[in-house]
């Protein structure tokens, strides 16, 4: 069974740093990676995916993130964060449920404060 | 542009009715699935459905049941609410297919049960 471990709960930073949310997954075929940002009382809207190819996905709001396939990780990131991007991130695998059905598998979500 | 909605967006309940929760896509897609989502555990699937009339369980479907009768509409039925079902739950959509298809939100109904 696919598992996903997001390694933080709460993240809390300055305005201006640098963040890293860390995100390991368990598989033993070949995933397809996603992150998920979640504002407050809104649903999920995806940030990036990865498929296949260049091991560095950017996405929107200036976020990216790094598949490492040796040690299994997705972690995600950003150079410089604002305010606005106080948010639950939600890293999450593809798997496959039979046939041509896939299913995500979530982990538990990393709570990202920007302080001022 | 995408859109998924979810019927309400907060909902009380008492002990032992019967709720439904709807949700509606206009995307044309395939997939639909009905999470419910609580602090410290993310997300977790209660059902998901590939096609008109079919459904497969997840990973918590007790004390819950869904219907799927059009491609646009997947409901979620709590036959008899209880307050451990206190959640916010979400829908999404998504294309069938290979798995880089991401899956498309509702902004969640926010269900309490007293």
């Known amino acids: 069974a696919q598992s996903v471990t997001q390694l933080d709960s709460q993240v809390p930073v300055f305005e201006e740093a640098p963040v890293e949310l860390r995100c390991n997954y368990s598989?033993?075929?070949?995933?397809?990676l996603f992150w998920y940002v979640q504002y407050p009382n809104q649903g999920l809207q995806l940030l990036l995916k990865?498929?296949?190819?260049?091991?560095l996905v950017k996405g929107i709001n200036g976020f990216e993130a790094e598949f490492n396939k040796s040690q299994t990780s997705f972690h995600l990131r950003k150079p410089s964060v604002h305010i606005s991007d106080t948010a639950e991130y939600f890293c999450?695998?593809?798997?496959?449920?039979?046939?041509?059905?896939?299913?995500?598998?979530f982990g538990k979500g990393t709570l990202l404060t920007v302080n001022p | 542009d995408v859109k998924v909605t979810q019927s309400s967006r907060y909902l009380v309940k008492r002990t032992g009715e019967k709720v439904f929760l709807e949700c509606v896509q206009d995307?044309?897609?395939?997939?639909m699935f009905w999470y419910r989502q609580d602090p410290g555990l993310g997300l977790r699937l209660i059902y998901f459905?590939?096609?008109?009339?079919?459904?497969e369980k997840g990973d918590i479907p007790e004390g819950y049941s869904v219907s799927r009768e059009k491609k646009e509409r997947f409901s979620l039925i709590l036959e008899s609410a209880s307050t451990n079902q206190t959640s916010m739950y979400l829908c999404?959509?998504?294309?069938?297919?290979?798995?880089?298809?991401?899956?498309?939100f509702g902004p969640g109904t926010r269900l309490t049960v007293t």
């Open positions: 598989s033993s075929v070949s995933v397809y």
């Open positions: 999404a959509s998504s294309l069938i297919g290979a798995g880089s298809y991401e899956q498309y």
């Open positions: 990865y498929l296949s190819g260049s091991t």
């Open positions: 999450a695998v593809s798997t496959n449920s039979g046939g041509s059905n896939y299913k995500l598998t």
């Open positions: 995307m044309d897609h395939e997939n």
């Open positions: 459905s590939y096609d008109v009339k079919m459904k």
